[in-house]
Nanobody, 125 residues
Framework: QVQVVESGGGLVQPGGSLRLSCTAS????????IGWFRQVPGKEREGVSC????????YYVDSVKGRFTISADHDGITVYLQMNNLKPEDTAVYYC??????????????????WGQGTQVTVSL
């Protein structure tokens, strides 16, 4: 059974950087997508970025383009979300999720079947 675990969250000042990691274990995923989502209390969970294993396609929500970068180890077991120039509005619990799929990824949470527990990112002075 596949599991994903996030790490790397924390407290950072505006303009700072963090790198989140999402590590998959439990099974081999031949074709998959991994997505990063975030949620603030009282708001809907938002898709942030995703990556597809088959063609390495990547997508970002407009609010993080140019600041966040998603990447994967060549073995595909760990996916990173490098977050630069962080803003207070990036504060949220960040979740990674995965789904077996040969298709390009999408930032639609209903498409993902395995979710991590989340890691808190706080951007504040």
């Amino acid at each position: 059974q596949v599991q994903v675990v996030e790490s790397g969250g924390g407290l950072v000042q505006p303009g700072g950087s963090l790198r989140l990691s999402c590590t998959a274990s439990g099974a081999t995923l031949d074709d998959y997508a991994i997505g990063w989502f975030r949620q603030v209390p009282g708001k809907e969970r938002e898709g942030v970025s995703c990556i597809s294993s088959r063609d390495s396609s990547r997508y970002y929500v407009d609010s993080v383009k140019g600041r966040f970068t998603i990447s994967a180890d060549h073995d595909g077991i760990t996916v990173y979300l490098q977050m630069n120039n962080l803003k207070p509005e990036d504060t949220a619990v960040y979740y990674c999720a995965t789904v077996w799929s040969p298709y390009p990824c999408a930032l639609t949470q209903n498409e993902y079947v395995v979710w991590g527990q989340g890691t808190q990112v706080t951007v504040s002075l």
